[in-house]
Protein backbone atom coordinates (compact mmCIF):
# COMPACT_ATOMS: atom_id res chain seq x y z
CA UNK A 1 0.00 0.00 0.00
CA UNK A 2 1.51 2.83 -0.98
CA UNK A 3 1.77 5.93 1.14
CA UNK A 4 1.04 9.61 0.34
CA UNK A 5 2.76 10.91 -2.54
CA UNK A 6 3.72 14.60 -3.39
CA UNK A 7 5.25 15.59 -6.48
CA UNK A 8 7.21 17.16 -7.36
CA UNK A 9 9.81 16.77 -4.71
CA UNK A 10 11.23 19.77 -5.79
CA UNK A 11 10.60 22.82 -7.23
CA UNK A 12 11.86 26.09 -8.06
CA UNK A 13 9.92 29.39 -9.59
CA UNK A 14 10.89 32.27 -10.37
CA UNK A 15 9.34 36.11 -8.45
CA UNK A 16 6.17 36.30 -9.95
CA UNK A 17 5.49 32.66 -11.47
CA UNK A 18 3.12 30.13 -10.69
CA UNK A 19 3.95 27.09 -8.49
CA UNK A 20 1.38 23.99 -8.55
CA UNK A 21 1.73 21.35 -6.15
CA UNK A 22 0.46 17.79 -6.36
CA UNK A 23 -0.49 15.38 -3.52
CA UNK A 24 -2.31 11.39 -4.22
CA UNK A 25 -3.75 10.52 -1.00
CA UNK A 26 -3.42 7.32 0.44
CA UNK A 27 -5.56 4.16 -1.15
CA UNK A 28 -8.96 4.61 0.54
CA UNK A 29 -8.16 8.06 1.90
CA UNK A 30 -10.89 10.36 1.09
CA UNK A 31 -9.85 13.96 3.32
CA UNK A 32 -6.72 15.12 2.33
CA UNK A 33 -4.91 18.53 4.70
CA UNK A 34 -1.59 20.77 3.43
CA UNK A 35 0.96 22.35 6.20
CA UNK A 36 3.43 24.58 5.44
CA UNK A 37 6.98 24.30 7.04
CA UNK A 38 8.90 27.76 6.83
CA UNK A 39 12.21 27.98 7.22
CA UNK A 40 13.46 26.80 10.98
CA UNK A 41 9.59 27.29 12.06
CA UNK A 42 6.81 24.13 13.20
CA UNK A 43 4.46 22.85 10.26
CA UNK A 44 1.45 25.50 10.31
CA UNK A 45 -1.87 23.98 8.99
CA UNK A 46 -3.65 25.44 5.74
CA UNK A 47 -6.54 23.75 4.75
CA UNK A 48 -8.45 20.71 4.85
CA UNK A 49 -10.45 19.13 1.76
CA UNK A 50 -12.48 16.43 1.17
CA UNK A 51 -13.17 15.05 -2.42
CA UNK A 52 -14.40 18.13 -4.32
CA UNK A 53 -15.13 20.07 -1.15
CA UNK A 54 -13.17 22.52 0.92
CA UNK A 55 -13.87 21.46 4.74
CA UNK A 56 -11.57 24.19 6.56
CA UNK A 57 -9.37 26.99 4.62
CA UNK A 58 -8.66 28.99 8.01
CA UNK A 59 -4.57 28.91 7.33
CA UNK A 60 -4.38 29.56 3.71
CA UNK A 61 -3.07 33.37 3.00
CA UNK A 62 -5.96 35.81 1.65
CA UNK A 63 -4.35 35.84 -1.70
CA UNK A 64 -2.35 34.05 -4.26
CA UNK A 65 -3.03 30.47 -2.64
CA UNK A 66 -5.83 27.96 -3.49
CA UNK A 67 -6.43 24.40 -3.02
CA UNK A 68 -8.34 21.71 -4.53
CA UNK A 69 -9.42 17.76 -4.50
CA UNK A 70 -11.43 16.91 -7.58
CA UNK A 71 -13.25 13.73 -8.03
CA UNK A 72 -10.90 12.20 -10.15
CA UNK A 73 -6.83 13.39 -9.74
CA UNK A 74 -4.61 14.22 -6.87
CA UNK A 75 -5.67 17.91 -4.88
CA UNK A 76 -3.52 20.68 -6.13
CA UNK A 77 -2.21 23.07 -4.21
CA UNK A 78 -1.71 26.27 -6.42
CA UNK A 79 0.69 29.59 -5.37
CA UNK A 80 0.11 32.25 -7.81
CA UNK A 81 3.14 34.62 -8.50
CA UNK A 82 5.08 33.20 -6.09
CA UNK A 83 7.37 35.63 -3.89
CA UNK A 84 10.33 34.71 -1.63
CA UNK A 85 8.40 34.19 1.63
CA UNK A 86 6.74 31.29 0.02
CA UNK A 87 9.72 29.37 0.09
CA UNK A 88 9.07 26.53 2.47
CA UNK A 89 8.55 22.47 2.52
CA UNK A 90 5.20 21.73 1.88
CA UNK A 91 3.61 18.92 3.03
CA UNK A 92 0.29 16.83 2.35
CA UNK A 93 -1.44 14.19 4.95
CA UNK A 94 -4.27 12.08 4.35
CA UNK A 95 -6.56 10.36 6.65
CA UNK A 96 -9.11 7.66 5.87
CA UNK A 97 -12.11 9.82 8.03
CA UNK A 98 -12.43 13.05 9.57
CA UNK A 99 -11.69 11.60 13.07
CA UNK A 100 -9.72 13.69 15.10
CA UNK A 101 -7.71 10.45 16.83
CA UNK A 102 -6.99 9.25 13.59
CA UNK A 103 -3.43 9.40 12.27
CA UNK A 104 -2.75 11.95 9.75
CA UNK A 105 -0.04 10.21 7.20
CA UNK A 106 2.22 12.72 5.76
CA UNK A 107 3.93 12.54 2.58
CA UNK A 108 7.35 13.26 1.71
CA UNK A 109 6.99 17.21 0.93
CA UNK A 110 7.57 19.25 -1.73
CA UNK A 111 10.12 22.08 -1.01
CA UNK A 112 9.20 25.19 -2.55
CA UNK A 113 12.74 27.88 -3.52
CA UNK A 114 11.79 30.89 -4.94
CA UNK A 115 14.55 32.86 -6.63
CA UNK B 1 0.71 33.25 22.55
CA UNK B 2 1.56 29.86 20.97
CA UNK B 3 -1.10 27.55 20.73
CA UNK B 4 1.24 24.52 21.68
CA UNK B 5 4.81 25.53 23.29
CA UNK B 6 7.77 23.37 23.55
CA UNK B 7 11.12 23.85 25.01
CA UNK B 8 13.37 24.03 21.12
CA UNK B 9 16.57 22.32 22.72
CA UNK B 10 18.53 21.23 21.78
CA UNK B 11 19.17 18.09 24.32
CA UNK B 12 22.50 17.02 24.31
CA UNK B 13 22.50 13.15 26.05
CA UNK B 14 24.43 10.17 25.88
CA UNK B 15 23.48 6.71 25.04
CA UNK B 16 21.41 4.91 27.65
CA UNK B 17 20.25 8.53 29.35
CA UNK B 18 16.70 9.15 29.97
CA UNK B 19 15.45 12.30 28.41
CA UNK B 20 11.91 13.89 29.08
CA UNK B 21 10.04 16.59 27.10
CA UNK B 22 7.38 18.77 27.74
CA UNK B 23 4.52 20.87 26.14
CA UNK B 24 1.99 22.43 26.69
CA UNK B 25 -1.13 23.53 24.56
CA UNK B 26 -3.72 26.79 25.15
CA UNK B 27 -6.74 25.30 23.04
CA UNK B 28 -9.05 23.96 25.86
CA UNK B 29 -11.19 22.19 23.27
CA UNK B 30 -8.51 20.47 21.76
CA UNK B 31 -9.58 17.12 20.84
CA UNK B 32 -6.63 14.68 20.80
CA UNK B 33 -2.38 14.70 21.35
CA UNK B 34 0.36 12.81 19.73
CA UNK B 35 3.88 13.27 19.90
CA UNK B 36 5.02 13.00 15.93
CA UNK B 37 9.01 12.84 15.25
CA UNK B 38 10.78 14.40 12.30
CA UNK B 39 14.18 13.40 11.24
CA UNK B 40 16.06 16.23 9.19
CA UNK B 41 14.65 16.94 6.03
CA UNK B 42 11.63 14.82 6.03
CA UNK B 43 8.03 14.04 6.51
CA UNK B 44 6.65 14.05 10.28
CA UNK B 45 6.06 10.69 11.45
CA UNK B 46 3.70 9.59 13.99
CA UNK B 47 5.29 8.43 17.05
CA UNK B 48 2.30 8.02 19.41
CA UNK B 49 -0.94 9.54 20.52
CA UNK B 50 -1.03 10.48 24.60
CA UNK B 51 -4.01 9.66 26.69
CA UNK B 52 -5.21 10.54 29.99
CA UNK B 53 -4.43 7.46 31.52
CA UNK B 54 -0.90 7.70 30.31
CA UNK B 55 0.27 5.29 27.52
CA UNK B 56 3.89 3.62 27.20
CA UNK B 57 5.50 1.93 23.50
CA UNK B 58 8.47 0.23 24.36
CA UNK B 59 10.88 2.98 25.59
CA UNK B 60 8.56 5.49 24.97
CA UNK B 61 6.31 6.80 27.80
CA UNK B 62 3.85 9.98 27.49
CA UNK B 63 1.48 11.75 29.44
CA UNK B 64 -1.61 13.95 29.21
CA UNK B 65 -2.78 16.16 32.31
CA UNK B 66 -6.20 18.20 30.45
CA UNK B 67 -6.29 20.19 33.37
CA UNK B 68 -3.33 21.56 33.44
CA UNK B 69 -3.34 21.23 29.21
CA UNK B 70 0.28 19.54 29.45
CA UNK B 71 1.96 16.96 27.87
CA UNK B 72 5.23 14.97 28.59
CA UNK B 73 7.35 12.28 26.44
CA UNK B 74 9.76 10.12 28.42
CA UNK B 75 12.49 8.47 26.73
CA UNK B 76 14.31 5.82 28.34
CA UNK B 77 17.83 4.18 27.48
CA UNK B 78 18.24 6.71 24.83
CA UNK B 79 19.64 5.32 21.10
CA UNK B 80 21.61 7.19 18.47
CA UNK B 81 18.50 6.72 16.28
CA UNK B 82 16.87 8.16 18.59
CA UNK B 83 18.14 11.32 17.68
CA UNK B 84 15.44 13.78 15.88
CA UNK B 85 13.05 16.44 16.44
CA UNK B 86 9.74 15.63 18.85
CA UNK B 87 7.14 17.57 17.66
CA UNK B 88 4.14 17.92 20.13
CA UNK B 89 1.22 18.11 18.09
CA UNK B 90 -2.78 18.51 19.38
CA UNK B 91 -6.02 17.94 16.93
CA UNK B 92 -8.50 20.90 16.98
CA UNK B 93 -10.88 18.78 15.60
CA UNK B 94 -14.95 18.28 16.39
CA UNK B 95 -17.87 15.99 15.95
CA UNK B 96 -19.43 17.82 13.56
CA UNK B 97 -16.18 17.17 10.93
CA UNK B 98 -16.11 21.02 10.64
CA UNK B 99 -12.47 21.13 11.08
CA UNK B 100 -9.90 17.87 11.80
CA UNK B 101 -6.52 20.18 11.55
CA UNK B 102 -3.46 19.46 13.25
CA UNK B 103 -1.65 21.95 15.62
CA UNK B 104 2.40 21.36 15.59
CA UNK B 105 4.71 23.05 18.20
CA UNK B 106 7.94 24.19 17.04
CA UNK B 107 9.59 20.83 18.06
CA UNK B 108 12.55 20.02 20.59
CA UNK B 109 15.89 18.59 19.16
CA UNK B 110 17.25 15.58 20.48
CA UNK B 111 21.11 14.86 19.39
CA UNK B 112 22.21 11.38 21.61
CA UNK B 113 26.08 11.11 21.41
CA UNK B 114 28.29 7.73 21.42
Known amino acids: NAGVMQNPRHLVRRRGQEARLRCSPMKGHSHVYWYRQLPEEGLKFMVYLQKENIIDESGMPKERFSAEFPKEGPSILRIQQVVRGDSAAYFC?????????????FGPGTRLTVL | RKEVEQDPGPFNVPEGATVAFNCTYSNSASQSFFWYRQDCRKEPKLLMS???SGNEDGRFTAQLNRASQYISLLIRDSKLSDSATYLC???????????????FGTGTLLAVQP
Open chain 2, 89 to 103: VVNIGNRGGATNKLI
Open chain 1, 93 to 105: ASSPVASGYNEQF
Open chain 2, 50 to 52: VYS
